[in-house]
């Protein structure tokens, strides 16, 4: 953990999993937006240069290098931030996921799943909500996935953990809708985040390509609409075409369509 003032005040804006792809991206549309942060990531990760890297664009910036997958560290964390911060912004963004059959995922494989996309996003927000409601206005943004809209074979337990991150986003806009705090839920497409998930994405053909955007413009545009009150965030028209068909196709069909894509990707890695 990193915590040296810099004697500027003010409230902070938290993001996990802010070391590489998206969470980076927030951190550095953030700072752009003169906003201070909070970042959480893995140890061994390179979070204290995304640091520096924010801090040299005027923004204080603190982080703090944990496993989420442990409630204890999950609990820890939050705690810290609470004696030591006011937040007006969460980005829950840390989130693990991939393509197996399930017979060969393994125990830790599903636990870890659960335990990050499901376990640590409700016990963060708990935690933190009444550190945010101190805020005339506060934010929550919550990671989603397009895969919350279907049922997708060959990777079963994400697609399940994500609709419940959706579930869990908008029932909470619902409850807190007049007290001061904004919930919104991204569910992106598939992420250029490194070599190998380029790599996958690109062997999807056009019809993936079409959903993919840079982690830099999806941080952007979702920030952009968090702050305009938009409880679902959808990020261009291709996203909005595809949350139409995955709302108006019948389940077997677009589950065919997801799952087939899943095979497709282990099958080439085999």
Known sequence: ????????????????????????AFAFDLAKRQR????????????EQVAEEVRKAGCEAHFYETDLTVKQNVLDLTAWINNNFR??????????GGNKRFLEAGADYIDKM?????????????QLLPNLL???????????????????AYKTVYPASKAFVHSFTRSLQSEFSDKGVFFSVLN???IKTNGDVSSRIDKQGMRTKILVL??????????????????VIKLNWAHRFGWFLLHVLPVSVKMSILSN?????????D
């Open 1 to 24: 953990m990193n915590i040296t003032r810099n004697g500027k005040p003010g409230r902070f804006a938290l993001i996990t999993g802010a070391s590489r792809g998206l969470g980076k």
């Open 36 to 47: 201070n942060v909070i970042l959480v990531s893995l140890p061994g990760e390179g979070l």
């Open 87 to 96: 937040l007006d912004i969460l980005i829950n963004n840390a989130g693990f």
């Open 114 to 126: 659960i335990e990050l996309n499901v376990k640590a996003t409700s016990i963060i927000t708990h």
């Open 134 to 152: 101190k805020s005339k206005k506060s934010y929550v943004l919550n990671v989603s996935s397009m895969a919350a809209m279907s049922p997708i």
């Open 188 to 190: 992106p497409g598939p």
């Open 214 to 231: 840079p982690p830099e413009e999806i941080a952007r545009l979702s920030i952009d609409q968090l702050f305009n009150g938009k409880n």
């Open 261 to 269: 894509n899943a095979l497709k990707e282990i099958e080439n890695a």
